[in-house]
């Protein structure tokens, strides 16, 4: 057996080195967290929290495959992005680049290859409302206006959304259904080593390089991996980069 890391391998453990990532995301059990202790832990100091099984409390956990949504919903026209567009490395559009078959676009994900286009913000619940009934607003949430507003994210291997935060500032519960994500978030207190593009809500720096974004080494975050199943509450203002 060859132990000698590839070009590759050495290449990405270069880059996490540069990455200063000291901070520890807390863990719950979702099954078990209360409203009350979810307000009282998380909500109000607006702290990131990884949880455990959260899809699998919902119908969505079991029932959301990909064989499932093409059959019921593969006919579907959706809108996707494509990442090597020059547009999306220094803009901050969110106009899609071109329409496909959602059947199609899954066999992307399925084929387990690299890709390069993703669906972003979706509204699928828009599309199909019979999807709240599987995923619904958790209890631990508070159940205000807008608990049945959901979107859809879905990528390919190596497909990334560059780092950014929320332009509406809003707190971002994101779960994991298919798949596992890597997930690199900073607190809004690190903003200032991030590169943001003046009077916007990007960075233009590429996490994918941080060598060449030196000021990355002095900013602090978190990362977290996201199995099937897990939700990560993202707190108002959190810059976050997912792969």
């Known amino acids: 057996m060859n132990l000698e890391a590839t070009i590759e391998e050495r290449e990405i453990l270069k880059n996490e080195s540069i990455l200063n990532l000291p901070l520890q995301c807390a863990v719950e059990d979702a099954s078990t967290l209360s409203l009350a202790e979810f307000n009282r832990k998380y909500f109000i100091l607006q702290k990131p929290v990884l949880l455990k099984g959260l899809a699998n409390m919902h119908p969505a956990g079991q029932k959301w495959t990909i064989d499932w949504f093409k059959q019921t919903m593969g006919n579907l026209d959706i809108k996707v992005f494509d990442n090597t567009r020059k547009q999306h490395v220094y803009s901050t559009t969110v106009q899609p680049d071109f329409s496909m078959k959602f059947e199609e676009f899954l066999d992307i994900i399925a084929s387990n290859e690299p890709s390069t286009v993703r669906m972003f913000r979706y509204d699928l619940y828009k599309q199909n409302p019979d999807l709240k009934k599987d995923f619904s607003c958790p209890h631990f949430f508070n159940q205000g206006p807008l608990k049945n507003l959901g979107f859809m994210f879905l990528g390919g291997k190596g497909t990334d959304v560059r780092l950014h935060y929320d332009v509406d500032y809003s707190n971002v519960l994101l779960t994991q259904i298919y798949g ?52 990560l509450f993202m707190p108002s203002g959190h810059w976050h980069y997912n792969t």
């Not at 720096?205 to 602090?220: M, R, S, T």
Request: net charge positive.
């Open 180 to 231: 596992r994500k890597r997930v690199i978030l900073y607190p809004p207190d690190q903003s200032k080593f991030l590169y943001q593009v003046p009077f916007n809500t990007h960075s233009l720096a590429d996490l994918k390089y941080p060598e060449k974004w030196p000021g990355l080494k002095y900013a602090k975050g978190y990362e977290i991996i996201q199995e099937p199943g897990d939700g």
